[in-house]
């Protein structure tokens, strides 16, 4: 079993910047991917921006390249998505998973509202 557990969602005013992190526990295999999606009330849950398995490639929405940028540190299985030139559109639920060997596994979600 895996843990995820999000924080450093908030309220921001637009143009503003907002950093989330994302911290897995449990058995986690070297082998995995972690990245983050987001879903906002009515819409779909979409893909933020995620590693790629196996190695430290990284691919992004087009909605939020050149604003958004992940990263991660290994050693504390932690994953951060930094936010900066927020927009009223990006108002979502942010969510991180972890692609575990076999097995996708999902936080509880953080809320990011940006509003003047």
């Known amino acids: 079993q895996v843990q995820l557990v999000e924080s450093g969602g908030g309220l921001v005013q637009p143009g503003g910047s907002l950093r989330l992190s994302c911290a897995a526990s449990?058995?986690?295999?070297?082998?995995?991917?972690m990245g983050w999606y987001r879903q906002a009330p009515g819409r779909q849950r979409e893909l933020v921006g995620r590693?790629?398995?196996?190695?430290?490639?990284?691919i992004y929405a087009d909605v939020v390249k050149g604003r958004f940028t992940i990263s991660r540190d290994n050693g504390k299985n932690t994953v951060y998505l930094q936010m900066n030139s927020l927009k009223p559109e990006d108002t979502a639920v942010y969510y991180c998973?972890?692609?575990?060997?076999?097995?996708?596994?999902w936080g509880q979600g953080t809320q990011v509202t940006v509003s003047s």
């Open positions: 998973n972890i692609v575990n060997g076999p097995t996708l596994y």
């Open positions: 449990g058995s986690i295999f070297s082998r995995n991917s």
């Open positions: 590693f790629i398995i196996g190695g430290s490639s990284t």
